[in-house]
């Protein structure tokens, strides 16, 4: 039989017995549309951003719990105050991330230069995945585990899973994702979430479908909290927020001008 | 020789008037009639001034003769074409000039054509005295109402403005006086007749008796949006008439259209995203701007909310504007989308469009309503329950929290309900967090003996003075 320690959450909190707080709702960071990193505050419907915890930024996904960000020529890791725990000179141009299921940065990937980097929890660190090996345009990044790294690759028109291992570069699985196009993210599970026509799909590691009424046009979605996606619609673009849990879609506050 | 050398003496001041001559020049005939004494100018009328023929100055000694004097240079009688003395006339030579004769009145004018000349070699000073007389004699006259007399050619007779097409009978009329002996007839015409083009009246011929006076009322039909120019005829003689178009103005503006505020329906619930549009009541005619801006006036005592803001610029005020054929008012950002908020309390739009100076309002009540949750989990940890419940408040006036943890036979585990006033920790957190409007987000930690896979769910019941929000059994997972 178990025993809830607990008179009342404040009062327990005064007496130490429990611990209990009340801050205002952060759903994740986002890169803003003058290239700032903005915490993104608030609930469903009521959003606000925060102060920029980063400048000149070029890509940035975050999880909630951390977030990775890329300047011209440089990696960097947030904590989920927006603090950085880590950074790394890199070669120029944007890139893409790839969290753990729990949330952790896991992999960058550099299209210019074609690495892959793996973060270890102090810095960024190669692997042996080869661009050559992924055949086209990677679109978006995943860790599905510890060992591999998953990537939406487009070719030749087609979007592809392509699984790459961490430990030697080999190419682990490649399937058409047939039907599905860029933009296009994948998630660690492998869900996939893409443009469909005035829909934007969710479709599961089955292969079953969710779709979400969407009639704009989609140019980038990216991890923004858990349970949120940043959506860049048009362009230039304005920025939506898919719950995913919800399916609903959000227009969030753009930066005051 | 006695005799003829007195005779020479006699004539000595005969000669040296005779060296100076004055003569009437016949162009046609081209001969000279010497003018004596006397010489009459005319006739002339008040409008018909007399101008002579060719008078010419002679020398007809040998020697020059330097002209001092020639006059009257001014006046009724004066001359005319005339070399401004002092200037020489050679021997044998002659100097021409005018008289002309302008009367300004009926009547009889007199002056005294004088010329002094000294021959430049014997210094002799010649004279010549002509007594002019000039008599004006009648003729028809032409006066508006204001007094103004007119003569032909003379100053433009003006007879105003009026819209194209459009008769217009001048408020001043003109009187036509004939004193002389016979009938006169007065023709109004345009100065270029054209079917369907500028009419000047009266169309017809108006004949003044002899010795009688008429009144002439002049009308103007302007066919063109221009300065137009006619005439009047009075017994040969051309008056000039003129009178100004002009167009009839443009028809004013239809009303610019009327706009309407409407709000989508969910603009009175707190934590929404609504829309504002501007449909206007029929298709701009033409351009307008301004702008759309939101107040919100909050409840009771209540804080303003910083988030109840467009979308597009995170600000209270978007820019707006109207294209011709616009049936709704454009945003010139976003779509009119704005967040309502988490505080109880009225939104007030105000459209403001500065070309039309067209404004509207509308407003929308946002009522005190329970605790919202938007999102409440309860999550297992080594030895204890982490709860976490994100929502808002728009009353920001949450007062108690009860919780009641069940196992997973559905039992309350003791002590059953725990109840927890938190309305002095929340009024606190709104007060040091004035962005977050009625947002929260509190995460609490149960501490749990025993074995924590019996605790199954836990419901929470949230207070605020709208009533109880109860979550229901919130899994523990």
New interface residues.
Partial sequence: ?????????????QSG??????????IGFLRDSVQNVRPL?????????GDAVAANVVSAASSGNASMLKTKDSLCVLNALGHPVGSAWTATGTALFAFTTAGAPALAWLPDSGELLRWNGTGFKPTPASAADLDGAVVSLAAPDSSSAAFAVQRDGQLWRVDISLLDGGVLFAANLAGAAAPALLFDDGTLLYAGKAALVLRGPQGQERTIAFTGSAVEFTPMGQDWILVENGQPP?YLGLRLSTGRL???????? | MTVRLLLLAAMLPLAGLAQLELTLYDATANTETPIGSSLSVGPATVCGPFTSPEIRLRNIGQDPINVTTLGPLNGVIALNQYPLPPFPVPGQSLQAFYISFTPTALGTFNATLTVTGTDAVTQTVYNLNVALTGTSIAAPTLTDSSGNSYCPGGATIYVGKSQVGTPFVPPTTLTLANPTQSAVTATVAEVTPTPGGTDFGPTSPVTVAAGATQTLQLTFTPSVPNTEYGTLTLNGLVYNLAGDGYAAPPPPPPPAPQPTLQLSANANL????AQVSIPLSAAAASVDTGTLKLAFQPSGNLPDD??I?F?????RTVSVQVNPGDTAVQFQ??DG?F????TAGTITFTLDLTVSGVTASASTTIVPAHVAL??STAVPATD??ILSL???DNTHAASM?A?T?Y?TTGKA???GL?????AT??AS?YKT?P???G??????????????T??ASVDVQFTNPQGVTDTGRLPVQ
């Fill in positions: 039989m178990a025993t809830v320690l607990f008179a009342g959450a404040f009062a327990a909190a017995r429990a611990q209990s707080g009340l801050t205002p709702p952060q505050l608030g609930i469903s419907g009521n959003f606000w951003l304005t959000f227009e969030l506050p753009e930066v005051a001008q | 707190s934590d929404n995203q910083p988030n803001i979308i597009a610029n995170s600000t950002a976003g989308t967040q309502t908020g988490t938007d999102l204890s329950i994100a929502g808002f929290l919780f943890f196992d585990i003791a002590p725990i109840q927890s006033d938190v920790a929340f957190y967090n962005d977050a409007g947002v929260f987000n509190l995460q609490a930690t149960f501490p749990v003996t025993g074995d924590i019996q605790v």
